[in-house]
């Protein structure tokens, strides 16, 4: 089985290029019709097609462990829409390329390629709209974004991170109404999780089951600013153990006087009771001038076999061109987890 991984692997590294050169190609004998996308970032060829990517390359200087430098991850993203009322979309993701460490020098892996989305999308009526086949789970507010361009810091915060599962496969059903001043969104989605891949699931990762699940939030405009708060739930099991888990949450988000202000709150229960793996973070993305931002962000973690840990974060984020992310921070900590590791972070996105 190992072999055939690793086949797949190497195919999917010399194929993923060989398409995107193909496609391009294509598109420049067929005419000079290629635009940058509006944005700035991406290009749309003939036939409403769009392509994008990313590349992260991040540093990191934890207080007890070696400094490393890591191409962090390589996306391809295409959308294309043949129709008014129908989308497919995909990326796929390329990590864990090569790594430098501090006293050990230049690691690689050879790469792993990830399916990170993978779906057809179709507008039922100008409310509800269908998909079918991978997406991120919309659990909260951090999962549904997840790309490190878009993010305002570095690393996640470490209640987002393996407390549910991040990505699922299947139907999802997406409603979205504005009435009276007030936005209302809602998703349900009943899939089996993470059937679309080229390697199977880690041990330790929770997408390997069954899921189901929703999420609702409502938000609306109060003078200047703007406010939501969202209610999370997904019921899961593992396809090892077969034993169901269940993951609840609050999300809250303000927009005000030019600040993001985010949150969330998550409780896991396992299957046989016992102590929950639960958590919270706080964070807001101060502007200080036009293209640059401070972050702060304070949270909170604990997992079933230890104490809490608490962390608190302070960094920047530059956008100087819509084409380049460069972000840095500090994260303070009560104690050291493998998803709450504190030192020094920063990372370089291109997005073309």
């Known amino acids: 089985m190992r072999r055939v991984i690793e086949l797949r692997r190497m195919w999917s590294i010399a194929v993923v290029p060989a398409l995107l050169v193909t496609v391009l190609a294509a598109s420049a004998l067929a005419g000079p019709i290629v635009a940058r996308d509006p944005s700035g970032v991406g290009i749309i060829l003939p036939g409403n097609l769009w392509i994008s990517g990313d590349a992260t390359i991040t540093v990191e200087a934890p207080e007890t462990q070696p400094t490393n430098f890591e191409l962090d991850d390589v996306s391809l993203l295409a959308r294309w829409e043949p129709l008014s009322r129908l989308a497919f979309f995909g990326e796929l993701r390329l990590e864990n390329l090569f790594e430098v460490v501090e006293h050990e020098g230049v690691i690689t892996s050879g790469g792993i390629v990830e399916i990170e989305r993978l779906y057809a999308e179709t507008l ?75 390697r199977e699931a880690e041990d330790e990762s929770l997408d390997s089951g069954l ?127 493998e998803n709450l590791e504190t030192g020094f972070e920063a990372s370089l996105s291109l997005l073309f």
């Open 124 to 198: 039922l009526t100008p409310e509800l709209s269908l998909r079918i086949g991978k997406v991120f789970t919309p659990f909260g507010l951090w999962n549904v974004i997840s790309r490190g361009p878009l993010t305002w810091t570095v690393e996640e915060p470490a209640i987002t991170e393996n407390v549910f599962p991040q990505r699922a496969t299947g139907l999802s059903l997406v409603y979205q109404k504005t009435w009276r001043g007030w936005s209302f969104d809602a998703t349900a989605y009943a899939p089996g999780q993470n059937q679309i891949q080229f």
């Open 211 to 337: 899921l189901f699940g929703g999420r609702a939030a409502a938000g609306r405009d109060f003078g200047p600013a703007y406010a939501s708060l969202g209610l999370n739930a997904a019921g899961f099991t593992r396809r090892e153990s077969r034993e169901w888990q269940t993951a609840t949450g609050l999300d809250l988000e303000v927009y005000a006087g030019g600040h993001e202000i985010t949150g969330e709150l998550t409780y896991r229960v396992p299957a046989a009771g016992g102590r929950t793996t639960h958590g919270l973070y706080l964070q807001d993305a101060i502007p200080i001038v036009r293209t640059l931002y401070g972050v702060l962000r304070f949270e909170y973690f604990r997992r079933p076999d230890g104490p809490a840990a608490t962390g608190q974060l302070v960094g920047l984020f530059w956008r100087p061109v819509p084409n380049l992310v460069l972000k840095t921070q500090y994260i303070f900590g009560t104690r050291r987890l």
